[in-house]
């Protein structure tokens, strides 16, 4: 069984605190230390931030569904690693309050967790994409919806979804995927206007093909193409951005994917 010591808060008012984040790790805290939330951070984009994050010596807790993932994303970084699902409104609340427990709140939440599904309409499983919007859309919404007060109410924070660009133009097969995708951009535009009054900056970011598990089962992984690592570095980047800098979408593609090896 894993066991974590509680993560004293450390916030970017602390001068410097020393944290545990797992059996025998003990690492300090630098003075701009933020409280990260990833969901689905066990594999892919999520891990690759994960780990961004904690190198840069953030305090993370993320989410998974898969008990081995999860566990060996945690012994890799040191994080904080809960087995969730974003489209349970119980497991939601058990986010905030483990992050509450561990941290003492979240300052950037990364809504990350998302699957594909793929159907040309007249064959569409209704059940399926009930299910994908479950996790990719109404996930995101519910678990914001309880992290943003305590954002309110220090007047500062980020929110980061992950959107794709299969949500800036529609494609054969592509009606439940992209069209999760193109829900999360609307969202995300009304969210910077109800936030950006108390100083919390939400941005979308739409990543073209990256190299996934999920990408690699629909046979289109091209080593000339995007990198978990790629997105995780854009997203920090632009995280390290001024307060006063507002970034509001960013669609990432590969520089040039049809390159001959």
């Not at 069984?1 to 004293?8: A, D, G, H, N, T």
């Not at 003492?104 to 064959?123: K, M, S, W």
């Not at 992290?147 to 949500?167: C, E, F, K, L, Y």
């Not at 829900?183 to 108390?198: E, K, V």
Request: proline content about 3%.
């Amino acid at each position: 069984m894993r066991v974590c010591l509680r993560i004293p808060p450390c916030g970017r008012r602390t001068t410097r605190c020393v944290v545990a984040l797992g059996i025998d790790r003990l690492i300090a805290c630098p003075m701009n230390s933020r409280r990260f939330l990833i969901t689905g951070g066990s594999q892919g984009i999520g891990a690759a931030l994960v780990k961004q994050a904690r190198a840069a010596g953030h305090q993370v807790v993320f989410t998974g569904r898969n008990d081995t993932h999860i566990q060996t994303t945690a012994r890799e970084t040191g994080a904080y690693g809960i087995r969730a699902d974003v489209s349970a409104d119980a497991d939601n609340q058990r986010m905030v309050d483990e992050c509450g427990a561990k941290m003492g709140g979240v300052d950037v939440l990364i809504n990350n967790a998302a699957f594909g599904y793929t159907a040309e309409i007249g064959t569409i499983d209704m059940a399926r994409m009930r299910g994908l919007f479950a996790t990719n859309v109404f996930g995101a919404v519910d678990l914001t919806n309880r992290i943003v007060p305590q954002m309110q109410a220090r007047g500062d924070g980020d929110i980061v979804n992950i959107a794709s660009t299969s949500g800036m133009k529609g494609a054969k097969g592509a009606t439940v995927y992209a069209g999760s995708k193109w829900a999360m951009r609307g969202i995300t535009q009304c969210w910077q206007a109800d936030l950006r009054p108390y100083g919390i900056r939400v941005v979308c970011i739409c990543p073209s093909e990256v190299q996934t598990n999920w990408m690699g089962k629909t046979g289109r992984n091209n080593p000339n193409k995007l990198y978990a690592d790629d997105i995780a570095a854009t997203i920090m980047a632009g995280l390290d951005m001024p307060r006063r800098v507002l970034w509001t979408e960013l669609a990432v593609f590969a520089n040039n994917p049809w390159k001959e090896d």
